[in-house]
């Protein structure tokens, strides 16, 4: 999902920015903005994984979740028992 961009300041060492500039000057990346975005994009996916991970570990030690969830996979089952044929 592309949205608005908007333009924010922020610090990182020098020797980072050099080496995207040059990455950028190489036509390695088209451009340093790219670069930081991308790494930006790749950093949230592997934050929001690790938020979904613990929620997963606290919900698989939730004991009314886990007899909902046993609750529906029984209930699942009975219907697929039911049907006959193919699709």
Sequence with gaps: MISRTVRY?????????????????????PSVNFAINEALVEYLKNRKAAQYEEAMKEA????????????????????????????
């Design 60 to 87: 698989g030690s939730d004991k009314a979740f886990l007899a909902r969830t046993m609750k529906c996979a029984e209930e699942f089952n009975a219907i697929d028992d039911g049907v006959t044929g193919s699709w």
């Design 9 to 29: 300041t922020a610090t990182l060492p020098s020797n980072y920015l050099d080496e995207l500039k040059e990455l950028a000057s190489k036509k390695i990346i």
